[in-house]
């Protein structure tokens, strides 16, 4: 494969838009980490060039659960835009190509991550704490993946919905999580699994934004990465993520 990184962009971008497999980058073509993260950045130009808006960003592998089921066991970025918002309508299956979904916790920040932060200061940087539901697809054959490639397809993001905003000082460690399927308990799980505090994501975040020379806007959406494993979607299914005191976040596939 020609080592062009726009050429693997487009490679990435077409195999989203048209739900269709592709094989691991990484079996044909050594990509580095920089470069995994610079073709993320070329495919969300390509979304962004067709009218696309950015809206936050998603943190992955932050709990042992995730690491285990995926294989990959380092944290890691992507981006989210305002086309992977779920509406009202629910999921379309066909839009996707092996569809999973995962319960998540969401921060709004109101002010911009471009510098290390930590414990200590990180409340300072969010206005607001909600339940969610992420939605992860990845665009490689099996749902298989290196960190590389996974990286350079933008983190499998495919779709994220959000519940209620609660204030930022709203206790996010302790909570207990459930996705329900079709009434059925599937995944279950505490919020501490995300690094000890979903917190912790944010200051993880800011760290990769000095290493990878980034950083996140005022307003940002930021998902912490999902305490329990993903679960693949099917047809009809009804699902809902529990949260404690941060309440429920529902939707459907079509
Ligand atoms: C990669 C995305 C990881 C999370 O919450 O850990 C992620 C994947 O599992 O395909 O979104
Ligand atoms: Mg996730």
Known sequence: MNKSLANIAELLDNAAAQATAIDQISKTTPISLQESYDIQ??????????????????????????????????????RLTDQMAIGSDGITLSNGIHPRIEPEIAFRLKKKIDSLISEDNVLEYIDGIAAAI???????????????????????SSGYLIGPWHSAETQCNHIPIALIINGQTVQSGNSDAILGNPLVSLVEASKMMVKYQHSIPAG??????????????????????????????????K
């Open 220 to 253: 940002s959406i930021v998902l912490a990465g999902a305490a329990t494993s993903a679960v693949f979607l099917k047809a009809g299914d009804k699902i809902q993520a529990t949260f404690g005191h941060l309440g429920t976040v529902s939707t459907h596939v």
């Open 41 to 78: 950045a070329l495919s969300i130009d390509r979304r962004l060039a067709r009218g696309e808006q950015m809206t936050g960003y998603k943190m992955g592998f932050t709990s042992k659960a995730k690491m285990e089921q995926m294989g990959v066991h380092d944290v890691i970025w992507g």
């Open 134 to 156: 992420e939605m992860i697809d990845s665009r490689y054959k099996n749902f298989k993946f290196s960190l590389e490639d996974v990286i350079a397809d933008n983190c499998s």
